[in-house]
């Protein structure tokens, strides 16, 4: 059974920074791609990033156009990170861990993805 885990939520502080992870059970973490979205109250859910497979694929990073240069993105054998930096107040969300069971990553709209993590809330306030 694909289980995602996301942990690392909470509440920050405008230009703060938190890290989110995203534990994994049910498959081999390293074959897939991992992405992570999130959803504002009240929007549909957008992509933040996603990192492709280093076994199957090529380890690559993609990111949305806010996230860029603010978020990164990265993987081990136990886990996938988000490292958020220069968060901002609209940042405030829950945030997805998502995968589709494929090596590269495809795109990353959520639409794309067939598995879900519970969630974490952010809330970036002072």
């Known amino acids: 059974q694909v289980q995602l885990v996301e942990s690392g939520g909470g509440l920050v502080q405008p230009g703060g920074s938190l890290r989110l992870s995203c534990a994994a059970s049910?498959?081999?973490?390293?074959?897939?791609?991992i992405a992570w979205t999130r959803q504002v109250p009240g929007k549909e859910r957008e992509g933040v990033s996603c990192i492709s497979s280093p076994d199957i694929s090529d380890g690559a990073a993609y990111y949305s156009d806010f996230a860029l240069r603010r978020f990164t993105i990265s993987r081990d054998r136990n886990a996938v990170y988000l490292q958020m930096s220069g968060l901002k107040p609209e940042d405030t969300a829950v945030y997805y861990c998502?995968?589709?069971?494929?090596?590269?990553?495809?795109?990353?709209?959520?639409?794309?993805?067939?598995?879900w993590g519970q969630g974490t809330q952010v809330n970036v306030s002072s």
């Open positions: 998502v995968t589709d069971l494929v090596g590269p990553c495809y795109g990353i709209d959520p639409k794309d993805y067939r598995y």
């Open positions: 049910g498959f081999t973490l390293g074959d897939y791609a």
